[in-house]
Nanobody, 123 residues
Framework: VQLQASGGGLVQTGGSLRLSCAASGDIDIIKDMGWYRQAPGKERRLVAVIDLGGTTRYAESVKGRFTISRDIAKNTVYLQMNSLKPEDTAVYYC??????????????????WGQGTLVTVSS
């Protein structure tokens, strides 16, 4: 399975960005897709995940501002990020795999990762 992420960039506080992640390869083994982020000097943390049924999970810090969606036909997951803040600055990684519900917030539970895309929010 290969994951190709895109859509990062530089935006001002309050602005919006949309990230995309397209999966290819043996996609039948993927139930869950989502986004994690890693700021300099910090651990990689959950942003949002979504399963094949559309069930989502968000980090508390992004609830109400970010929306994750998935186009199953295109094997693509999106992250719409609105009302961006400087603390959202990080490298955003696309993740995929089949994960039990209790582990959906755990980065090591995901078998496949994209290359990361940098999001920078200026103040």
């Amino acid at each position: 399975v290969q994951l190709q992420a895109s859509g990062g960039g530089l935006v001002q506080t309050g602005g919006s960005l949309r990230l995309s992640c397209a999966a290819s390869g043996d996609i039948d083994i993927i139930k869950d897709m989502g986004w994690y982020r890693q700021a300099p000097g910090k651990e990689r943390r959950l942003v949002a995940v979504i399963d094949l049924g559309g069930t989502t999970r968000y980090a508390e810090s992004v609830k109400g501002r970010f929306t994750i969606s998935r186009d199953i036909a295109k094997n693509t997951v999106y992250l719409q990020m609105n009302s961006l803040k400087p603390e959202d600055t990080a490298v955003y990684y696309c993740a995929a795999g089949t994960v039990i519900q209790s582990s959906r917030a755990i980065a090591s539970a995901y078998a496949y990762w994209g290359q990361g895309t940098l999001v920078t929010v200026s103040s």
